[in-house]
């Protein structure tokens, strides 16, 4: 384990950042009244190739560098970013941030020490060392796997991204953490036609991962899934309407926690009064099979991190046991209203945005069920495998997500495919009707991307084979 | 900033770029948050940043930083220019025809015409009054709340000024700038089962001075928060729905996604053979005006540098037009037209939505959206939908956990009134718009 702090400081003393800045810029940030501050430094590349009609033919680069500052005092926050690090405009932000205070200077700190973070996402190369040469190959492998995988298949297209982001937090107690934080998603998507008809689909990967994750084998599963996902589609009949039991596929389904209550859980809307949850801590609020747990701890998953984007630790938190509800996720200024530990949620899209509580893998844990027996259980009902994206209320509780492919149970059997159906629920009355959970917990590693407050963040979530006893099918009959 | 763009052209084109287009932005951006009672955040920021298009040996990359110092920006084009030569080269690659863009930007002059974008008093309004705007919109609302039924309420009020420059190797070179305010409320109510709906209402301008009432938008989002509460999941059935102004723009988003050129060429539309035939009902009649003084969506040239020009998107129900760029242009075969509409206008009816509503006699009102999708390729769609049941042509109970399903080609011919009620704070314009017979799903 490197010394964190020195390693910070040595990474974006490339950028001209030192701790005099440092201290230039937490000076300013305190000088009117403020209670804490901190400076979120940034420096990220992220590169993509684009394959489409055969061809890598069009490439992208983003580089992105600069400084948030944020000054607290109470509930209230004041922030100023800049690309510009030059101590005079380092300065100039810290002094905006520093006005939403109105009071004396405070001190500053002179001295900076950092607290071990650990690794949970080291790669063999960091990206900027793949040559984009070294990409081609794998885009090309895919467009080539899937056209000869079913002559149905008119159109591919390949999109390969990966980015290395460095971000160094310093605040007004002294603390500097630092974190490398890789990312790669690759994303197939094809067109198929048959008898006239025409449907699209695809698969995604993406995790805190190096250019070695994608192997051969990898790469086959991924054109097999894009594949039988666009294939399906033909057979699909049309969904059916109104409230009925539904089965959840282990794996992306996780969605549902995401939406059900992940973002209900988000401790600045308890603090608010504004969730569906505010004042349930300790009650029952889910069926006693259902267990959650927000973790920032996977290996290489898209949704871990070492530490958050407020320097604090990160770990597994749980959020539901047995149906009760144990915890928020919580950022710095959340903890301190509620008197708690922070639980390492304080995240943020970039250097101009201010840190929230934001989710990271949420997943249920396994359940005394089997996947067999659950769908063997349902006389009519749809099972849901793959999905687009979700949506929630979070006063009202009311959330849905778009399930791209499914199937429809008839008599305790998958019978036909089911396609582009919304699914409309309440969060806590759906986690009371949860009535089965299988042993089969997955992970899913697709590109999950939360969007709250304009910020976007890199999620995952997990779920073991459900069922809910009743929810509403978006379908048209 | 219009030297860097140049430089930067310029230095592409010395590093091997056969062409090359860079712009430059930079905005500011102030914006506030007032909760309960109290300033909650303050956000101010002024920033920048530099992209540039690279067409080497016909190949092509974008690449972006903001990471402007000068020894940075040199390294970062060269290695973009060796990424470009890395990749296959693709023919279709290339800057628009120096003809289509205006006059005015092939001679690097001013604009002869003014949008009036920006407003010239924009570095006048203060701290202070941006807080008291912040103040009455909360007041505003809470009056409105006799029963207390109110759990929280933060407004906002924001302003920024983006300012861009954009040159191009072949020939064009121009500058915009403009200036935009919004205010918003969004109030939480408690409701006796324990859900705490929340609704809001925002407004927005490209002129201080033009920008509504705080207190009309207070009074509206507590309107609107009061009236979800006691909601009610409907039974599932086949209904008439009546799309308020404020949802109405993201029925013809889905439908005009898969009217782009990259749709087109990668059949992933369900437009794809319909070029000139009927898609929806006659009242389905909506042009692209990018000349609108003051609007949103306004601009004299497209995000290409090609002249813009009032386009008939939906003519009569049929389908008029594509948004194709000169990439997919030159890979379908078709001269471009442009790569993304502006401002887009209906042809009105002669009510609002109370008056299609009072039509319309029994239905669904749809004033909100939750979540749902829509297929570009075949056309299906499927929605989360909240709003009030109608009866006997009034506003009954408000019904939430709905969910409406159809597909364009057949939802759209179903489109049997408009209103003469375009939403004024967004490029989309919709009216409120009625459509016959479609499922939703309740219980």
Not at chain 1, 33 to 43: I, K, V, W
Request: glycine share 10%.
């Amino acid at each position: 384990m490197a010394d964190n702090h020195l390693e910070g400081l040595a990474y974006f003393g490339q950028f001209g950042i030192d701790e005099a800045l440092i201290r230039t810029g937490l000076q300013a940030a305190l000088s009117r009244g403020g209670e804490f501050a901190d400076l979120f430094f940034q420096y990220g590349q992220a590169n993509s190739l684009g394959l489409e009609d055969g061809e890598v033919n069009r490439a992208y680069t983003g580089v992105e560098l600069g400084v948030g500052i944020r000054v607290v005092r109470g509930d209230q926050t004041g922030y100023g970013y800049t690309e510009d690090l030059s101590p005079q405009a380092v300065r100039r932000a810290a002094l905006t941030a520093a006005a939403v205070a109105d009071g004396p200077a405070r001190d500053f700190p002179q001295a900076f020490s950092a607290d071990i973070v650990p690794s949970r996402y080291p790669i063999a190369r960091p990206w900027s060392d793949v040559h984009p040469g070294e990409k081609l190959p794998v885009l090309q492998r895919l467009s080539i796997d899937t056209l000869a995988a079913d002559p149905r298949i008119q159109k591919v297209s390949v999109h390969f991204a990966d980015s290395s982001s460095a971000f160094l937090v310093a605040d007004s107690q002294g603390r500097i953490a630092f974190d490398l934080q890789p990312m790669t998603v690759l994303s197939l998507s094809c067109v198929a036609e048959q008898d006239g008809r025409r449907e699209s689909n695809g698969f995604n990967l993406a995790g805190r991962q190096g250019f070695d994750w994608y192997t051969a084998e990898r790469l086959q599963y991924m054109v097999g899934q894009a594949v039988a996902r666009t294939m399906q589609l033909f057979d699909a009949v049309p969904a059916p309407v109104g409230e009925m039991p539904v089965v959840l596929a282990a794996g992306s389904s996780g969605i549902l926690l995401h939406e059900a209550i992940g973002h209900g859980l988000e401790a600045d809307f308890n603090r608010k009064k504004v969730s569906i949850y505010s004042d349930k801590m300790g009650k029952a609020i889910a069926s006693d099979l259902v267990t959650i747990v927000d973790d920032a701890t996977l290996d290489h998953a898209r949704g871990s991190i070492d530490v958050d984007d407020e320097g604090n630790a990160a770990g597994c938190t749980t959020l539901v046991e047995k149906g009760i509800l144990q915890s928020y996720l919580h950022d710095s200024m959340s903890a301190r209203h509620y008197g708690v530990q922070p639980t390492g949620n304080g995240r943020r899209e970039s250097f101009r945005h201010v840190p929230m509580p934001r989710m990271r893998a949420t997943y249920m844990l396994a359940g005394p069920h089997k996947h067999d027996e659950i769908i063997a259980s349902v006389k009519k009902g749809i099972y849901c495998t793959n999905f687009a994206n979700g949506q929630v209320q979070i006063g009202a509780g009311d959330f849905s997500f778009y399930v791209k492919n499914g199937w429809l149970i008839e008599d305790g059997k998958l019978t036909r495919p089911v396609k582009d159906v919304n699914l409309i629920g309440n969060g806590p009355k759906v986690l009371e009707k949860v009535d089965m959970v299988a042993d089969d917990l997955v992970i899913d590693q697709g590109g999950w991307t939360c969007g709250k407050d304009g910020q976007s963040v890199p999620v995952s979530q997990g779920m073991p084979t459900v069922r809910v006893a009743a929810m509403t099918v978006g379908g048209r009959g | 900033m219009l030297q860097i763009a140049a430089r930067a052209v310029e230095r592409a084109r010395q590093l091997g770029a056969q062409q090359a287009a860079a712009g430059v932005y930079r905005s500011r951006e102030v914006s506030i948050q007032w909760r309960d009672g109290q300033m909650e955040k303050v956000i101010e920021a002024t920033s920048r940043g530099l992209g540039v298009d690279l067409y080497v040996d016909g190949r092509f990359a974008s690449v972006s930083t903001c990471d402007m110092r000068d020894e940075a920006l040199d390294r970062f084009l060269q290695d973009a220019v060796a990424l470009t030569r890395t990749i296959a080269a693709d023919p279709f690659r290339q800057l628009p025809d120096p003809q289509s863009y205006p006059q005015w930007a092939r001679r690097s002059e001013p604009a002869p015409i003014d949008l009036e974008l920006e407003d010239p008093d924009y570095a006048q309004v203060t701290a202070l009054e941006r807080r008291e705007l912040a103040e009455i919109l909360e007041q505003s609302a809470r009056k409105g709340d006799s029963n207390g039924a109110i759990l929280s309420v933060t407004t906002s009020v924001s302003d920024s000024i983006d300012e861009s420059w954009r040159v191009h190797s072949n020939g064009f070179s121009a500058a915009r700038r403009g200036t935009s305010y919004w205010l918003g409320a969004d109030v939480s109510v408690q409701d006796v089962d324990g859900r705490r709906p929340e609704e809001a209402a925002y407004a927005g301008s490209r002129f201080f001075n033009q920008l509504p009432q705080a207190i009309s938008v207070g009074q509206l989002a507590v309107e609107r928060a009061l009236g979800r509460l006691g909601s009610v999941k409907p039974a599932s059935a086949v209904q008439t729905l009546v799309v308020d102004q404020r949802a109405s723009g993201r029925l013809l988003a889905y439908l005009m996604g898969p009217m782009s050129g990259a749709a087109l060429q990668q059949k992933r539309t369900f437009l794809g053979e319909k070029l000139g035939q009927s898609i929806g009902s006659p009242l389905l009649h909506v042009q692209d005006d990018p000349f609108v003084k003051r609007g949103f969506g306004s601009r004299l040239v497209d995000s290409e540098g090609i002249e813009a020009k009032p386009r008939v998107i939906l003519d009569q129900g049929r389908l008029s037009m594509f948004f194709i760029d000169t990439y997919y242009g030159r890979k379908l075969g078709v001269p471009p037209t442009t790569s993304g509409s502006s401002n887009l206008a209906w042809q009105l009816g002669s009510l609002d939505a109370m008056g299609l509503i009072a039509q319309a006699g029994e239905g669904l009102y749809v004033t909100g959206f939750l979540g749902g999708n829509s297929n570009a390729t075949t056309g299906d769609f499927s929605l989360g939908v909240q709003g009030f049941a109608i009866r006997n042509g009034k506003l009954a109970e408000p019904v939430a956990e709905a969910n409406i399903a159809d597909n364009h080609l057949q939802f759209w011919p179903r489109l049997v009134a408009v209103g003469n009620d375009p939403y004024p704070y967004s490029s989309m314009r919709t009216p409120s718009l009625v459509f016959d017979k479609v499922m939703v799903a309740g219980t």
